[in-house]
């Protein structure tokens, strides 16, 4: 066999093993005595809910032993209750006496109470393959693998059962997916260890600069011209505008324009010729219309005779004269102005040579005049000159001076105090000749000149369109000039924040970060450097830098993984690495066999004459196309014990983490499972692991499937109803609910907060939409209720005190209430619906097939409760109608995209209903209350809910005792969302594992 045959049968061959481990267990189930309860089922319940007739797709007859009864534990919870109110059998069916009713409940709740007694049974342990979810951030914190790569992008979606799609006998395997499988670990062996590495160098950021605050604007050059010579008129000795009128007919000469760029407001400055701006036009434009031609020689003899203005007021001016000089060039006097142009070399060359100072802010005049001389002079008459010219000009180039560029916090202009931006047009992956996945070091060298005691600090950033992570504005604000910060345009990352502590240009100081897309950068196209604002009182602050990037390096996977001792022999390496990899791929210990067998592979490429690296990368593919890593197959360290008992501490420290933050356990757990000591340490470890960010994962993996959130991702609201829907209000919603589970889980705050809260989080999009101005939740306007509340930043998440009750908790969150609606309207069956679904855990059985929907063209603002009354009145609908409906009234306040409304056109809202129990609400305040008072049936759905995603497998009876406990010690500490994950992961089903005479 060779290639993909050798991976694919070791993966075949490992398979059967672990089928042959997973046949599933089944706890033995009580005997009990059901006759009684039997022929009641006959007599009042079988008619409806048979197997001929099924109403609400309920049927009872196959109910005959203890066994069946179990099974259906929470249909038989909820049925028992509904006998013992009166709801069941229905009124117009002949109805048992008290006594048969009492008795029927008795015996089948006999059934449950003798099961509870019985020994403790943590039921089955499902082998689970690895979803997509996992798949990928196990990938990712296995090899410290580049977070833009997605390794899961050639795995297909996981199917959902029990509402998740971390469900163990759903996660099946086929000859199709193993392909997959093979693919994703070609790709990611390819990516993760590079086979050539491109040659290392470095790239000086010394090319034209791009700084977007301020962009320069055209203006006409007669405006311009006016406004100088007024200046100069009203000032006769000040030659520096005088100079300025000279460059800016200069200017207008060179360009043959009738506009010419100056900064924002800035026409006293005159011409704006760059960042690296030099004394002369950059560009000479032939021109052949006489018109044209003759504005332009206007031009020109204006700035000779400006430039002659200078000289009388300031006669060593050697600006004026290398300005006159390049004038008499155009004029076509090319002997005068080599005059003109030697004279200026020497005379600057005398000034410039010995200078050693950092003073310098514009090009060197010696270098400038040099190049404007050499066209004029003969190669060989005067070679002699032309060698004389280039060393001076060589010598002042290599000045380090010459290199560096200024910051300095007394200017008041932005484009002088910073920040400072580096960008080639093209995006920085091509300054540094780098693909978009290298890593490179981004360096700048610098010294600063301060008299104050207080420290000098710079941050060097990254910008691009969108950044995945970006610096928030209050961080942005710390530093001088202004930064993008709009995620449509470009936002800002700071890389690092250093302190500066050189003073001299003879030893100045290095500060380099590593630019890893590892670090989620995403589409990087700046690099810059910013200076710290000082003190209100601190002196001024002078910043000299040059920025270099050096790359590209490889990759910090290859790093990562190839690391091993020089000093070794190949194959010694070899094994090394595998050995390291190796027990965090399969999560527990490994043989000597076990590294051996992955250590061939690479063997045999190397035999087969390929390079090491690339027989390392063969060795990665075995390793994750492995079922050893695919599968969370947990063996058990004793197998002939009779009793349940504590499943082992590597699986333990598996099921916390692919619990916690669907992923692979970090060293610490690895370490406490390695000494024994992570059962003993439970509790810390999961509140460690809920403040670690990585606990994100319960909200995107847990949460948002039980809350059915992602549904919002393809809701679309009609564009014509509802026009201020738009993607950004749409991912405003669905930020508003990660934040806010996550701030949940990470701040041990109540599970009851998710029903109401006083607080929620809030970007500018979202607090316009619920028209909220500020962080104390203050309407728009000049008087707020409450004063002292921060406006609310428009790319950033913050939280939001609460006024009033339109909104706190998840039912008022926009997203669901978005999310619950058709496109076109509200509606009250579908948000009471979910209230039922995921609030209590009482899901309405699925419509009839025989009875339509509303048709949204006859529903109105008038009339959608007299249809709802209508369609409630058909008797197969009322029995659920009666439930949904007034849960789903409380909501009418809210339109379809979630917004606060008190009219639906010119209709008052009516959000009043009658509970099923008899009573009254008005409005969202009031079903809060409602629900809040039976809070222990909300703690026990999301318990529930909770223990099927950390198992992997849907609750079974034999889990009732687990869940009660769990409940219970929710309730003792104020219903905490912590609590409840530390009861989980201390219950029965989670800690421990069958014995084998749990079985039958």
Same mark, same amino acid.
């Given at each position: 066999?060779?290639?993909?045959?050798?991976?694919?049968?070791?993966?075949?061959?490992?398979?059967?093993?672990?089928?042959?481990?997973?046949?599933?267990?089944?706890?033995?189930?009580?005997?009990?005595?059901?006759?009684?309860?039997?022929?009641?089922?006959?007599?009042?319940?079988?008619?409806?809910?048979?197997?001929?007739?099924?109403?609400?797709?309920?049927?009872?007859?196959?109910?005959?032993?203890?066994?069946?009864?179990?099974?259906?534990?929470?249909?038989?919870?909820?049925?028992?209750?509904?006998?013992?109110?009166?709801?069941?059998?229905?009124?117009?069916?002949?109805?048992?006496?008290?006594? !048969? @009713?009492?008795?029927? *409940? #008795?015996? +089948?709740?006999?059934?449950?109470?003798? /099961?509870? $007694?019985?020994?403790? &049974?943590?039921?089955?342990?499902?082998?689970?393959?690895?979803?997509?979810?996992?798949?990928?951030?196990?990938?990712?914190?296995?090899?410290?693998?580049?977070?833009?790569?997605?390794?899961?992008?050639?795995?297909?979606?996981?199917?959902?059962?029990?509402?998740?799609?971390?469900?163990?006998?759903?996660?099946?395997?086929?000859?199709?997916?193993?392909?997959?499988?093979?693919?994703?670990?070609?790709?990611?062996?390819?990516?993760?260890?590079?086979?050539?590495?491109?040659?290392?160098?470095?790239?000086?950021?010394?090319?034209?600069?791009?700084?977007?605050?301020?962009?320069? !604007? @055209?203006?006409?050059? *007669? #405006?311009? +011209?006016?406004?100088?010579?007024?200046? /100069?008129? $009203?000032?006769?000795? &000040?030659?520096?505008?005088?100079?300025?009128?000279?460059?800016?007919?200069?200017?207008?000469?060179?360009?043959?324009?009738?506009?010419?760029?100056?900064?924002?407001?800035?026409?006293?400055?005159?011409?704006?010729?760059?960042?690296?701006?030099?004394?002369?036009?950059?560009?000479?434009?032939?021109?052949?219309?006489?018109?044209?031609?003759?504005?332009?020689?206007?031009?020109?003899?204006?700035?000779?005779?400006?430039?002659?203005?200078?000289?009388?007021?300031?006669?060593?001016?050697?600006?004026?004269?290398?300005?006159?000089?390049?004038?008499?060039?155009?004029?076509?006097?090319?002997?005068?102005?080599?005059?003109?142009?030697?004279?200026?070399?020497?005379?600057?060359?005398?000034?410039?040579?010995?200078?050693?100072?950092?003073?310098?802010?514009?090009?060197?005049?010696?270098?400038?005049?040099?190049?404007?001389?050499?066209?004029?002079?003969?190669?060989?008459?005067?070679?002699?000159?032309?060698?004389?010219?280039?060393?001076?000009?060589?010598?002042?180039?290599?000045?380090?001076?010459?290199?560096?560029?200024?910051?300095?916090?007394?200017?008041?202009?932005?484009?002088?105090?910073?920040?400072?931006?580096?960008?080639?047009?093209?995006?920085?992956?091509?300054?540094?000749?780098?693909?978009?996945?290298?890593?490179?070091?981004?360096?700048?060298?610098?010294?600063?000149?301060?008299?104050?005691?207080?420290?000098?600090?710079?941050?060097?950033?990254?910008?691009?369109?969108?950044?995945?992570?970006?610096?928030?504005?209050?961080?942005?604000?710390?530093?001088?000039?202004?930064?993008?910060?709009?995620?449509?345009?470009?936002?800002?990352?700071?890389?690092?924040?250093?302190?500066?502590?050189?003073?001299?240009?003879?030893?100045?100081?290095?500060?380099?970060?590593?630019?890893?897309?590892?670090?989620?950068?995403?589409?990087?196209?700046?690099?810059?450097?910013?200076?710290?604002?000082?003190?209100?009182?601190?002196?001024?602050?002078?910043?000299?830098?040059?920025?270099?990037?050096?790359?590209?390096?490889?990759?910090?996977?290859?790093?990562?993984?190839?690391?091993?001792?020089?000093?070794?022999?190949?194959?010694?390496?070899?094994?090394?690495?595998?050995?390291?990899?190796?027990?965090?791929?399969?999560?527990?210990?490994?043989?000597?066999?076990?590294?051996?067998?992955?250590?061939?592979?690479?063997?045999?490429?190397?035999?087969?004459?390929?390079?090491?690296?690339?027989?390392?990368?063969?060795?990665?593919?075995?390793?994750?196309?492995?079922?050893?890593?695919?599968?969370?197959?947990?063996?058990?360290?004793?197998?002939?014990?009779?009793?349940?008992?504590?499943?082992?501490?590597?699986?333990?420290?598996?099921?916390?983490?692919?619990?916690?933050?669907?992923?692979?356990?970090?060293?610490?757990?690895?370490?406490?499972?390695?000494?024994?000591?992570?059962?003993?340490?439970?509790?810390?470890?999961?509140?460690?692991?809920?403040?670690?960010?990585?606990?994100?994962?319960?909200?995107?993996?847990?949460?948002?499937?039980?809350?059915?959130?992602?549904?919002?991702?393809?809701?679309?609201?009609?564009?014509?109803?509802?026009?201020?829907?738009?993607?950004?209000?749409?991912?405003?919603?669905?930020?508003?609910?990660?934040?806010?589970?996550?701030?949940?889980?990470?701040?041990?705050?109540?599970?009851?907060?998710?029903?109401?809260?006083?607080?929620?989080?809030?970007?500018?999009?979202?607090?316009?939409?619920?028209?909220?101005?500020?962080?104390?939740?203050?309407?728009?306007?000049?008087?707020?209720?409450?004063?002292?509340?921060?406006?609310?930043?428009?790319?950033?998440?913050?939280?939001?005190?609460?006024?009033?009750?339109?909104?706190?908790?998840?039912?008022?969150?926009?997203?669901?209430?978005?999310?619950?609606?058709?496109?076109?309207?509200?509606?009250?069956?579908?948000?009471?619906?979910?209230?039922?679904?995921?609030?209590?855990?009482?899901?309405?059985?699925?419509?009839?097939?025989?009875?339509?929907?509303?048709?949204?063209?006859?529903?109105?603002?008038?009339?959608?409760?007299?249809?709802?009354?209508?369609?409630?009145?058909?008797?197969?609908?009322?029995?659920?109608?009666?439930?949904?409906?007034?849960?789903?009234?409380?909501?009418?306040?809210?339109?379809?995209?979630?917004?606060?409304?008190?009219?639906?056109?010119?209709?008052?809202?009516?959000?009043?209903?009658?509970?099923?129990?008899?009573?009254?609400?008005?409005?969202?305040?009031?079903?809060?209350?409602?629900?809040?008072?039976?809070?222990?049936?909300?703690?026990?759905?999301?318990?529930?809910?909770?223990?099927?995603?950390?198992?992997?497998?849907?609750?079974?009876?034999?889990?009732?005792?687990?869940?009660?406990?769990?409940?219970?010690?929710?309730?003792?500490?104020?219903?905490?969302?912590?609590?409840?994950?530390?009861?989980?992961?201390?219950?029965?089903?989670?800690?421990?594992?069958?014995?084998?005479?749990?079985?039958?």
């Amino acid at each position: 066999m060779h290639g993909r045959m050798k991976f694919t049968a070791a993966i075949v061959g490992a398979l059967g093993l672990l089928a042959s481990a997973g046949v599933a267990a089944h706890a033995a189930v009580p005997s009990a005595d059901l006759k009684s309860a039997r022929a009641f089922l006959d007599e009042h319940c079988i008619r409806c809910h048979g197997e001929k007739k099924a109403k609400g797709d309920v049927t009872l007859h196959t109910f005959t032993d203890a066994k069946s009864f179990l099974k259906e534990r929470k249909l038989w919870e909820t049925a028992l209750r509904m006998v013992e109110n009166g709801e069941m059998p229905p009124e117009k069916e002949p109805r048992p006496g008290g006594r !048969e @009713n009492s008795a029927f *409940v #008795k015996s +089948v709740r006999a059934v449950f109470e003798t /099961a509870d $007694a019985g020994k403790p &049974d943590p039921g089955r342990v499902p082998i689970r393959r690895l979803n997509r979810t996992e798949y990928a951030n196990t990938v990712r914190e296995l090899l410290q693998l580049d977070l833009a790569l997605s390794p899961e992008s050639d795995l297909p979606t996981d199917a959902v059962t029990h509402g998740f799609d971390n469900i163990a006998d759903a996660l099946t395997i086929s000859p199709v997916l193993l392909d997959r499988y093979l693919n994703s670990a070609e790709m990611i062996a390819e990516r993760a260890i590079r086979a050539e590495l491109p040659k290392r160098v470095i790239v000086s950021l010394e090319s034209p600069l791009a700084n977007p605050n301020p962009r320069p !604007e @055209n203006v006409p050059v *007669v #405006k311009l +011209v006016e406004k100088l010579a007024m200046l /100069a008129e $009203a000032n006769p000795k &000040d030659a520096l505008v005088r100079y300025r009128l000279a460059q800016a007919h200069s200017a207008a000469y060179g360009l043959k324009s009738e506009t010419v760029s100056i900064t924002p407001g800035g026409e006293a400055r005159g011409v704006w010729f760059g960042f690296n701006r030099g004394h002369l036009p950059f560009e000479v434009r032939p021109i052949n219309d006489p018109a044209k031609l003759k504005t332009a020689k206007d031009h020109l003899d204006r700035a000779m005779v400006r430039y002659r203005e200078v000289l009388v007021l300031q006669p060593e001016s050697l600006p004026a004269r290398l300005g006159l000089a390049w004038c008499l060039v155009q004029a076509g006097d090319k002997e005068a102005a080599a005059r003109e142009f030697r004279a200026v070399n020497e005379a600057a060359w005398i000034k410039e040579k010995d200078i050693k100072s950092a003073e310098r802010e514009f090009p060197s005049i010696t270098v400038e005049a040099f190049k404007q001389l050499l066209p004029l002079l003969d190669k060989d008459k005067d070679a002699k000159e032309i060698a004389i010219l280039k060393q001076r000009s060589g010598q002042l180039n290599a000045i380090p001076w010459g290199r560096y560029r200024l910051l300095d916090s007394s200017e008041t202009q932005p484009w002088l105090t910073g920040p400072f931006y580096y960008n080639d047009r093209e995006g920085t992956t091509l300054i540094v000749k780098y693909s978009a996945t290298d890593e490179f070091l981004f360096r700048a060298t610098v010294f600063a000149e301060a008299s104050g005691t207080e420290p000098v600090r710079v941050a060097l950033f990254a910008s691009g369109l969108a950044l995945p992570e970006h610096s928030t504005n209050a961080e942005l604000g710390k530093f001088f000039g202004t930064f993008p910060t709009n995620p449509t345009q470009a936002t800002t990352k700071i890389l690092k924040i250093a302190e500066v502590t050189a003073r001299s240009i003879d030893a100045p100081q290095q500060i380099e970060v590593l630019v890893s897309r590892r670090g989620r950068l995403g589409p990087i196209q700046n690099l810059g450097i910013a200076l710290l604002k000082p003190k209100n009182d601190s002196p001024p602050v002078r910043l000299h830098f040059k920025l270099e990037a050096e790359g590209p390096l490889p990759p910090l996977s290859h790093q990562h993984i190839l690391a091993c001792s020089a000093d070794k022999s190949q194959a010694e390496q070899t094994r090394e690495i595998v050995g390291r990899l190796l027990p965090k791929a399969f999560r527990r210990p490994v043989t000597k066999d076990e590294i051996e067998a992955i250590a061939k592979f690479a063997d045999r490429a190397v035999a087969d004459g390929h390079k090491w690296e690339v027989g390392m990368q063969h060795a990665l593919i075995a390793m994750l196309c492995s079922p050893k890593f695919l599968f969370r197959a947990e063996l058990d360290d004793r197998p002939d014990s009779a009793e349940s008992h504590p499943t082992g501490e590597f699986e333990l420290a598996s099921r916390l983490s692919y619990f916690l933050w669907s992923g692979m356990p970090d060293d610490e757990l690895f370490k406490l499972a390695g000494e024994k000591k992570l059962s003993a340490n439970l509790e810390a470890q999961v509140r460690r692991m809920l403040k670690d960010p990585k606990s994100i994962a319960l909200v995107d993996n847990f949460a948002t499937q039980w809350l059915n959130l992602s549904q919002l991702q393809t809701h679309a609201p009609d564009a014509k109803l509802f026009p201020k829907f738009d993607k950004e209000l749409r991912e405003a919603m669905l930020g508003e609910s990660r934040a806010f589970l996550h701030h949940l889980i990470r701040e041990e705050r109540s599970l009851l907060d998710l029903i109401d809260s006083d607080y929620t989080f809030m970007n500018g999009r979202l607090g316009q939409h619920y028209g909220v101005a500020d962080t104390l939740g203050n309407r728009p306007g000049p008087n707020p209720a409450i004063k002292g509340g921060s406006p609310i930043p428009r790319d950033l998440f913050v939280p939001v005190q609460l006024q009033g009750t339109e909104r706190g908790g998840l039912l008022t969150h926009a997203s669901i209430l978005t999310m619950t609606s058709p496109t076109t309207r509200t509606s009250p069956v579908k948000r009471g619906a979910w209230v039922l679904e995921k609030i209590l855990g009482t899901p309405p059985p699925p419509p009839p097939p025989n009875v339509p929907e509303l048709d949204p063209k006859e529903v109105t603002a008038t009339n959608l409760r007299e249809r709802l009354q209508q369609h409630r009145a058909n008797a197969v609908c009322a029995s659920c109608h009666s439930k949904v409906d007034p849960l789903g009234f409380a909501f009418e306040n809210y339109d379809a995209i979630g917004a606060f409304r008190r009219k639906d056109g010119n209709q008052d809202i009516d959000a009043s209903g009658t509970l099923p129990d008899g009573r009254k609400f008005s409005g969202m305040g009031d079903l809060k209350k409602s629900l809040l008072a039976d809070k222990e049936r909300f703690a026990r759905n999301v318990t529930e809910k909770l223990l099927t995603y950390a198992l992997g497998r849907g609750v079974e009876y034999y889990d009732k005792r687990a869940i009660d406990r769990i409940v219970s010690e929710v309730a003792k500490d104020d219903f905490k969302f912590s609590r409840m994950v530390i009861a989980t992961v201390q219950s029965d089903p989670f800690r421990l594992r069958r014995g084998k005479d749990q079985t039958q």
